[in-house]
């Protein structure tokens, strides 16, 4: 077994008050927190967030896939 979490380069956090955009407006999306905790909502300008990343995708195909083999 190995420690640490799984990342990607794939998938990378945006920090507007470095420069980076902003995430559309009341769209739910992965937020990191002042305390570095990662959660799911809608960017606000409150200081509670330091960056925002784009939800990843389904794939709803392969989804039904399964659930047609439970």
Sequence with gaps: MSDGPVT????????PAA?????????????LTIGGICVRGAWVDSG????????????KVKEE??????
């Design 8 to 15: 990607t380069d794939d998938l990378l956090y945006r920090y």
């Design 19 to 31: 420069g980076d955009e902003k995430p559309p407006g009341g769209r739910d999306v992965l937020l």
């Design 48 to 59: 509670r967030f330091i960056g925002w990343c784009p939800l990843p995708k389904r794939d």
């Design 65 to 70: 896939k399964i659930k047609g083999r439970l």
